[in-house]
Each structure stands twice: as C-alpha cells, then as structure tokens.
C-alpha cells in the first residue's frame, strides 16, 4: 500500500490500520512530521520528480490522502495508470450543492435531505469563500489555490485501466485535530463558564462528523476491497446531529453541569454571527458503505470524545484562533435571559 501524504491527522491511522492486517505501507510525504514505517520523502505536487522511485514500487493500491484539485489528481492518474492495479482517494462531503447553498455561493432551494451519494453536486468550482480557503490554507500545506474535490473526484474516476474508489469525508475530530473542533466549546467549560451562548440557527445546523480512527478505519477498509472500485462512499457517523447537541456531548464528556442558551442572530454578539444560510444542513447517509463493506466504527463516541477532550487540554490552540468576547456574551445573557 503507497499512501501519499499518509503523515498528517489521518494518515498514521490509516497506516496502523493496514499494517494490522498484514499490509506493507511505503508513505510518500514531505518530511516534515514523523512517518510510521517505511517512507519516501518527496513534495506530491512534483510526483514526476519520483516516477521511477514510486512505480519501482508495484505498489497493489494507492491512496492519496491529500488531492487538492483536478490538476493534481491527473496528475496522479498519468503517473500511475497501467501501472497499479486500484487508486483510492479522499475527497469531502463539501462537493454537494449543500455545501455551496450554506455559503451561498449556489442559488436555488434548499437541497433535500440525506445527502447520499447520488445528491447533486455544486455546480460552482468555488468550494468556500476566498477568506476561508486562505485560512484553511495555513492549517492544510497541500491545499492549493484551486481546490475543488469535485474535480478530483471526476479525474480519479474517470480511467478506464486504473479503477478509483472515491471517500467522501466528513468533518474529522480527535487527537491531533489541527482545527480544534471541539475547542470553542471546550474553552468556555474550562474558563468555568456557567452558560455557553449560541445563535439560535447555528445551534441547529446539522453536519456529519467522524472520530479520527474511524475514519481511518473506513479509508483502510475501502483500500483492501475491491467491490469498492468505482464507487463513491459518504463517510461519517450514522447520525449527522446539530451544532448545539454536538456541544451538549462535549459537555457530557467534560463532565460540564451547565447550561447551552441559544438567541435570535439579531441579539447575538458580532462573534457568533455568520452570514452562513444555517437553514441549509449538511445531514448525510452512510449506508452504502456499511452495507457493501460491512464498515463499523471501532471507537465508541463516549471514549472517542474523552481521547479528543483529553488531547485538546493538552494541546490548546492559541486564543487568537477561536476569538470570544466573553463580556458580550454576558451582556446578552443578562439582556435576554437574566444570568451570566
């Protein structure tokens, strides 16, 4: 198994994951974190600089965990076309209409929900807005300026000699999340905050999430089975739950006796405000992948978010990174609710 950029958040998951059942795994990265096992170190936005090294390989499958977009998945396809036997690629749930009806960036009706895998897709190639993508971009080295999984997703599953399995990711948690998901939430339980306020429709916004070693799990199951070639598989948890229960399980977890208060946006302070459309949620089916191969969450949530709570303690973010006005929370909070 040759997994290309397999030493970031996921990687070493899915690395740990193969080699249990008795896989050899070659990572091809840039170096710059430790790789388990046997590695290559290289850029993958210049593979040709390591065609004979990486065909050398007769590697059985390959599995890009880090395509950005179209120019780069055919690139890869070029290189390695005729040469291996299956490719599996991740891409993300933001490929749906969903993703570009939330932004605002898709006109139109609310796209019906669950989203499966035959859901329309966005008809623009503009994922998020410019000052997300530059901010995701300082988080996630391998995001290029043309980021687009749908893209991806019709290069890779377009060659006839080197068949495709596509994995359309949620939002990943866990140990090691360089976005902190469960941090804003975390914060507040740890400055010893009695009431945690929310915008009333960000705190209904559905989305799929997934555990960080379940996903893997999921990427190491599709890359040994090949019923998965040319197929697209959501990945996620069964329930795709709301913003403000997402952050009552975090509390639970904490052990966190407060309580969550939501308000209209027009009470709300300037950082819980978003010009997001919350009406449109991103709730996602994933029994195409449990029926067809059998795929299973091996961490419970309970333990799943006790190892994510336990790591974000450790390893806070800086305080720039998730902005809270705590003193116009507690404005509202005695406005609207009478406490702070």
């Not at 469960?182 to 929310?198: E, H, K, Q, S, Y």
């Amino acid at each position: 198994m040759l997994l290309i950029g397999g030493s970031g958040f996921i990687g070493p998951h899915v690395c740990r994951a193969l080699e249990r059942t008795g896989h050899e795994v070659i990572v091809f990265h840039r170096g710059r974190s430790r790789s388990p096992g046997r590695e290559i170190l290289g850029d993958r936005r210049n593979l040709s600089a390591h065609t004979r090294e990486l065909l050398e390989l007769r590697a059985d499958v390959v599995l890009d965990l880090v395509l950005s977009s179209g120019r780069q998945a055919r690139a890869l396809t070029r290189l390695f076309r005729g040469h291996v036997p299956r490719l599996v690629a991740l891409s993300s749930c933001d490929v749906y209409r969903a993703c570009g009806v939330l932004h605002r960036s898709e006109p139109g009706p609310l796209e019906p929900l669950p989203l499966t895998e035959t859901s329309p897709l966005r008809t623009k190639s503009e994922t998020y807005p410019p000052e997300q993508l530059a901010m995701l971009q300082k988080v996630f080295g391998w995001l290029d300026d043309e980021y687009d999984k749908i893209s991806v997703e019709q290069e890779v599953l377009s060659v006839p000699d080197l068949p495709g399995t596509v994995l359309r990711l949620p939002m990943v948690y866990g140990p090691g999340d360089p976005l902190h998901r469960c941090a804003p939430v975390l914060r507040r339980i740890d400055a010893g905050r009695r009431a945690i306020l929310f915008e009333e429709k960000a705190a209904r916004w559905r989305a799929p999430r997934g555990y960080v070693e379940n996903v893997a799990a999921a990427i190491a199951l599709a890359a040994q089975n090949q019923r998965g070639s040319g197929r697209v598989y959501n990945v996620g948890e069964r329930e795709s739950v709301s913003e403000f229960e997402w952050a009552q399980r975090i509390a639970a977890a904490a052990g966190w006796k407060g309580t969550f208060v939501t308000v209209p946006a027009e009470h709300a302070p300037p950082h819980l405000q978003s010009p997001a459309n919350f009406d449109q949620h991103w709730v996602v089916d994933t029994t195409r992948i449990r029926d067809e191969l059998d795929y299973r969450e091996p961490i419970a949530e309970d333990d799943a978010l006790r190892q994510t709570i336990q790591w974000e303690r450790t390893n806070p973010p800086p305080e720039a990174s998730f902005p809270v006005n705590d003193e116009a929370e507690d404005d509202v909070l005695r406005k609207i609710v009478g406490r702070s």
